[in-house]
């Protein structure tokens, strides 16, 4: 982009126009000083509030002073003089500041009056600043449209600007100045002027000067910013690269040679010095030529649209290939030769000229031969139309501009547009600052009684300059006699303190004798409370076994009683118990003989035993039938869960889809299915199922459209409609097919896989390694025309043309896709090889058939399932049969017995009471010896009444030893109480002692501290 130059004097200082950065340096020094202001005044305003604790004389004084100013003022001015008053009597309520300081609120508004003063100062600055800035524009303005209106250039200006689509299809640089010479279009970069001349400083696009002023050599001052400099700006005819005698431009392709590079093994063409048509079927090469001119020159591959790596443009099979380029230089026979070499790794080496050089070397030789690469309306590769398409008319301008015109075209006609922003964006400054100017004008006229206010104030600050000096005398006078009150004061805490600590001392011994007598005292009673707790146990200990006797005394005079009471009832008894007696015996004698029933139960017994063994034998029937059952519920448990697998399998293969809306679709036919009248399928990627994913999932997966995949298949004609209003604004398609069953299958002329093409290495055809539905099948033979692609081997990379002759148009294999077209003019055949992209959908497949074998096996095992549990249920049904008879036989065979028991058990009841009767007549009839038995009794009583004798004499001696030591020790717990009672008022008396010894240690330290202080003062 051409510079601007500045004209300057011969005498060193600039002809022309103040540039801003001057202007916003005198502003940046003002506000500083104006920083300085603010900080002076915060600090004159701070010693004035230390003043005003000083009080006293000096504000008498400064008071007086300032009711004599006031008498002068108001013979002047009334309304200042009451003003001034009021600045002087602000603190006179009490409490305030002194009359000789006016309020802060005043001192305020001063500062402001002050930083608003300099503001319009600036401001004025500033003003002037802009309108030589527009004088400067306007003359430029009008020298710009006298130099265009002479007819060098073509321009067409509007509102102060001009319309691009106007200007000369030549036009495309910068001129120099009009007062500069010779052919270049740079302007000459001089520093001190030569005598006779003015200097010229050039200056760079963004505004800034970098020449030297004067004949010292300083630096001349920065230039304005983009947004504030206007330059005078020319176009002229761009520089044209003239055609040589050989009718070559420079840059011009001589010759282009290409090895191993995509479909060629080895190619050399040299173009025309003018036009070239590149002329050939698809597929015979042209776009390669193309991408082989795109890479040599310095493209990269997604500039070409075809691939993203370099190495993917290498010929199969080979490792590497190389682009030779010979371009015309600058002179006639002058060559250029760029090359590089590419490998399938995605290396590349370039060469220039044979020598090795980097890619930045080959893309400056580019720049210097205007190629343009990335410029679509230069070079357009064949995959990159779309995108010059859609360029906007603005685009296609600039683009073009940067084709044929001068390299410094666009970079000029940008900066005349920028330059048409700045010269409007100035027109709005100077009205902006022209407003600004007014406004500030009539603040300072208001703010000009304020500055007189100032100007009283600093005389009033000069008297408090003066005050602030006699100040620290007087506090002086009065520190030195507080020091002395002071320093009397703790003297008299020194000695008070001595006193107390005396009188602590003092106490402090009649406080430990009367703790070591309470300890002794203390120690005594608890040993004496030890001593009456054994007593008391022992005391407890002779009481209960006292209540122990007189329960045994008890007992023993009721036993006298009992014996006397049977005696009495014993003959009762055993008249009694002889009647009964009778009874029982008469009734044994009428009971009949009991013989046990062996001859009927033992026939029930067998029968019981033959019917639980046959029971038995159906529940291991049973239980083999329910192993039986067991195992099937696990295979279809298997089945089931395979069926799951496989269906999920599918459910990720529309997840791998990655489209949302063909999700929804598939959730929309999965709960609307019920409203189809015939069969659906879809969509037809999950409705396939490759044999050998591996090997041939990537060959279908990319020979068959994107959209097919996502198609939805319908049989009848009305689930087609439905499908088609549901389903088609999701952008899904609908394909119905009705034919019949016999004409789903491939057409009769599609080409068989015979032995001469296995030979070859073709394997299978691409319909035929996949299962699928055969309406599905049908629908892709119809939309992608599987029946005509053949999948082969590594070998038929080899033989890909001889397979070609056997009339083969498609053909897959590992590494590549062959395609084979040949033309309606001539007959000629032209192939494009593709390479094979990794299987997406199909990656983990399951397959449908594998789904209809397990619903087929699912549909057995459930069948056979059924038929062991009716097995199971007859077999049950039976075995309890066989239980309920066994049981009928048991129940009667137990009612035999328990018949049998029953009467047994009857007689040998009455047998056994018989046998109790005896034995109780007998021990009625013996007699015993009653009075024996009570003179023991009496014997026994007097015997625990003299036991009891003993222990009640035990009794009365422990509890008058008891009631001994109590009395001891209650007298001393009186003594210990007592005790207890004069420490606690000693250590209550001392406590106070302390606090108080405490405080007046305190206060000592309080009046040392301020005595130091004081001094320090």
Not at 181 to 200: K, N, V
Not at 387 to 398: D, H, R, T, V, Y
Not at 562 to 587: D, Y
Not at 803 to 810: A, H, L, P, S
């Amino acid at each position: 982009m051409a510079p601007k130059r500045e004209r300057v004097s011969r005498s060193g200082e600039p002809a022309r126009r103040v540039t801003r950065s001057s202007s916003l340096q005198e502003e940046g020094e003002h506000e500083d000083a104006r920083d300085a202001q603010d900080a002076q005044d915060a600090r004159e305003v701070e010693e004035v509030e230390e003043i005003e604790e000083v009080g006293g004389e000096v504000g008498r004084r400064t008071r007086r002073s300032g009711e004599a100013d006031g008498a002068e003022t108001n013979g002047s001015d009334g309304s200042r003089t009451r003003q001034s008053k009021r600045l002087r009597m602000g603190g006179a309520s009490g409490g305030g500041i002194p009359a000789s300081q006016p309020p802060v609120d005043v001192v305020k508004r001063e500062r402001a009056a002050g930083a608003v003063k300099r503001e319009v100062d600036v401001a004025r600055r500033q003003a002037e600043v802009v309108k030589r800035e527009a004088d400067v524009v306007k003359r430029e303005k009008i020298a710009r449209a006298a130099r265009l209106n002479k007819g060098k250039e073509k321009v067409v200006e509007s509102d102060g600007g001009y319309d691009a689509r106007d200007y000369h299809a030549e036009a495309g640089g910068y001129a120099r100045d009009s007062q500069a010479a010779g052919p270049s279009t740079q302007p000459r970069a001089r520093g001190r002027a030569e005598p006779g001349e003015d200097a010229e400083v050039p200056v760079t696009p963004s505004g800034m000067g970098e020449g030297r002023d004067g004949p010292g050599g300083t630096p001349t001052q920065t230039m304005p910013t983009r947004r504030e400099a206007t330059t005078a700006i020319v176009l002229t005819t761009p520089r044209a690269m003239p055609r040589g005698v050989d009718g070559f431009q420079p840059g011009n392709i001589l010759m282009v040679q290409v090895r191993h590079f995509m479909t060629y093994a080895s190619i050399s063409a040299r173009p025309s010095p003018r036009l070239n048509l590149i002329v050939g079927p698809n597929g015979s090469g042209k776009s390669s030529l193309v991408c082989a001119i795109g890479l040599g020159l310095g493209g990269e591959p997604k500039m070409l649209g075809r691939a993203a790596h370099v190495g993917e443009f290498v010929q199969r099979g080979e490792c590497s290939a190389e682009i030779n380029i010979n371009l015309r230089g600058d002179a006639a026979g002058e060559e250029v030769q760029v090359t590089r070499r590419i490998s399938s790794e995605n290396r590349t080496e370039w060469f220039l000229n044979g020598r090795g050089a980097r890619r930045e070397q080959v893309l400056e030789c580019m720049k210097h031969f205007n190629i343009q690469i990335s410029n679509l309306t230069q070079f357009l590769p064949q995959d990159r139309v779309c995108a010059f398409a859609g360029m906007s008319p603005i685009q296609l301008l600039e683009e073009t501009q940067r084709a044929v015109g001068d390299p410094q075209l666009s970079q000029q006609h940008t900066f005349l547009k920028d330059q048409q922003d700045v010269v409007v964006n100035l027109d709005a400054t100077l009205k902006s600052h022209e407003e600004q100017l007014s406004k500030l004008q009539k603040e300072n006229a208001e703010v000009e009684q304020d500055v007189e206010k100032v100007q009283r104030r600093e005389a009033i600050l000069k008297e408090v300059a003066l005050m602030k000096k006699k100040a620290p005398w007087l506090k002086y006078e009065r520190v030195k006699a507080r020091v002395r009150e002071m320093e009397g004061e703790v003297q008299a805490r020194h000695r008070e303190r001595d006193a107390l600590q005396t009188q602590v001392m003092a106490a402090k011994d009649p406080l430990v004798v009367l703790k070591e007598s309470r300890a002794g005292f203390s120690s005594l009673v608890a040993k004496i409370g030890k001593e009456n707790e054994a007593r008391e146990r022992k005391l407890r200990d002779l009481s209960e076994e006292s209540d122990h006797l007189v329960q045994q005394a008890v007992e023993r005079e009721r036993d006298i009683v009992e014996t006397r009471r049977k005696a009495v009832t014993r003959e009762q008894r055993l008249a009694k118990a002889q009647q009964e007696l009778q009874q029982l015996q008469a009734q044994l004698t009428g009971l009949p003989e009991v013989k046990p029933p062996k001859a009927e139960v033992d026939p029930l017994s067998k029968r019981g035993r033959e019917l639980r063994m046959q029971a038995g034998e159906k529940e291991r029937e049973a239980r083999q039938v329910e192993q039986q059952l067991s195992a099937l519920r696990e295979q279809l448990q298997r089945v089931e869960k395979r069926i799951h697998d496989v269906t999920n399998s599918r459910h990720r293969r529309i997840q791998r889809a990655g489209d949302r809306e063909l999700m929804q679709a598939c959730e929309w036919l999965d709960h609307n299915r019920a409203q189809c009248k015939g069969a659906v399928y879809g969509p037809i990627l999950a409705e396939v199922n490759v044999i050998d994913p591996a090997a041939h999932a990537a060959f279908l997966e990319q020979h068959v459209a994107g959209w097919v995949w996502k198609a939805f298949v319908t049989t009848v004609s009305e689930d087609r409609d439905l499908l088609v209003r549901h389903l088609k604004p999701l952008g899904m398609a609908v394909v119905n097919e009705s034919s019949r069953p016999e004409e789903l299958g491939p057409p009769a002329h599609a080409m068989a896989v015979d032995a001469h093409l296995q030979r070859l290495g073709v394997t299978h055809r691409l319909d035929e390694v996949f299962n699928a539905a055969p309406v599905v099948r049908s629908v892709l033979n119809q939309q992608s025309q599987l029946f005509r692609s053949f999948i082969g081997s590594r070998d038929a990379d080899r033989h890909a043309e001889d397979i070609q002759g056997r009339g083969v148009e498609d053909l897959w294999t590992p590494d590549s896709h062959y395609r084979w077209q040949r033309s309606r003019y001539n007959g000629s055949v032209s192939a494009s090889m593709h390479g094979v992209r990794a299987s997406r959908f199909f990656a983990e497949d399951s397959g449908l058939q594998e789904e209809e074998q397990l619903h087929a096996e699912k549909e057995r095992v459930e069948a056979r399932g059924r038929e062991v549990q009716e097995r199971m249920q007859a077999v049950k049904r039976e075995q309890r049969a066989l239980e309920n008879e066994a049981s009928q036989c048991e129940r009667q065979r137990e009612e035999i017995v328990n018949r049998y028991m029953g009467q047994k058990k009857q007689r040998e009841d009455v047998q056994s009471r018989i046998l109790q009767k005896r034995e109780l007549v007998a021990s009625l009839g013996r007699s015993e010896d009653m009075e024996e038995m009570e003179r023991r009794a009496r014997a026994d009583i007097a015997n625990i009444m003299d036991r009891q004798l003993a222990n009640a004499k035990k009794t009365h001696k422990h509890l008058l030893g008891l009631w001994q030591e109590k009395r001891r020790l209650s007298s001393l717990q009186l003594a210990v109480d007592e005790l207890t009672f004069l420490v606690r008022e000693r250590e209550s008396e001392f406590k106070d002692l302390d606090e108080q010894l405490l405080r007046l240690q305190q206060e000592v330290m309080r009046e040392e501290d301020r005595l130091q202080a004081s001094k320090q003062e």
